[in-house]
């Protein structure tokens, strides 16, 4: 079946934009995360979402950072005001419930900013 | 907070020749461990996992890892290398605390597998 997917592919933006990146997760999934892979860094965990719950924020690094996730479904990660070190790889995961172990992860979305 | 540390960054290994990458965890719960692997172009993919019972695990392709509590840790093993083995390797915990559903890295270790 279908994979996680994300979108775009690569990002280039310029200091001071504003990006939205986004996430479709596997179809029936109600957990969804998210996380950023820098340079020489591991994978930073961003934010998590669970059902209608409400999202546990404690990764995002900065208050230019927001996630919202519609329908239970498609989530979309915001950067305000881009800065060079929000330059990552940024994934996204799903997995079928809270309990489940095992998180399928996405391609990634390349954002380098200028 | 939990921490996971791994101590090979970069690894250059023959073909044929035996692996194990370092993992050292930093939690003082009950965990979840787990080791990923991202090929080439390809997405990040779950290569062994650790719940409960027998701390000896089995993965795909042949990797093992084995999970030591008293030294907290979960090394990753396979008895001889392929050169598809040439990826990046991740080991991960989960710490069950109040929300403790969010996966912690470690920074990576690239393998390389020459021929």
């Known amino acids: 079946g279908a994979g996680v997917s994300q979108s775009p592919s690569n990002k280039v933006t310029e200091k001071g934009k504003d990006v939205e990146l986004r996430c479709d997760p596997i179809?029936?999934?109600?957990?969804l995360y998210w996380y950023r892979q820098s340079l020489g860094q591991g994978l930073e965990f961003l934010i998590y979402f669970q059902g209608n719950s409400a999202p546990d924020k404690s990764g995002l690094p900065s208050d230019r950072f927001s996630a919202e996730r519609t329908g239970g479904s498609v989530s979309t990660l915001t950067i305000q005001r881009t800065q060079q070190e929000d330059s990552a790889v940024y994934l996204c995961?799903?997995?079928?419930?809270?309990?489940?172990?095992?998180?399928?992860f996405g391609p990634g979305t390349r954002l380098t900013v200028t | 907070a939990q921490s996971v540390s791994q101590h090979n960054h970069h690894v250059i290994l023959s073909e044929a020749a035996s692996l194990e990458l370092g993992c050292n965890y930093s939690y003082g719960g009950t965990v979840n461990l787990f080791w990923y692997v991202q090929y080439p172009g390809q997405h990040l993919q779950l290569l062994l996992k650790y719940f409960s019972g027998d701390p000896l695990v089995k993965g795909i392709k042949g990797f093992e890892a084995e999970f030591i509590k008293s030294k907290f840790s979960f090394n990753l093993r396979k008895p001889s290398v392929q050169w598809s083995d040439t990826a990046e390797y991740f080991c991960a915990v989960r710490g069950f605390t109040g929300g403790g559903n969010k996966l912690t890295f470690g920074t990576g270790t690239q393998l390389k597998v020459e021929l």
């Open positions: 179809s029936g999934h109600t957990a």
């Open positions: 995961a799903s997995s079928p419930d809270r309990f489940s172990y095992e998180q399928y």
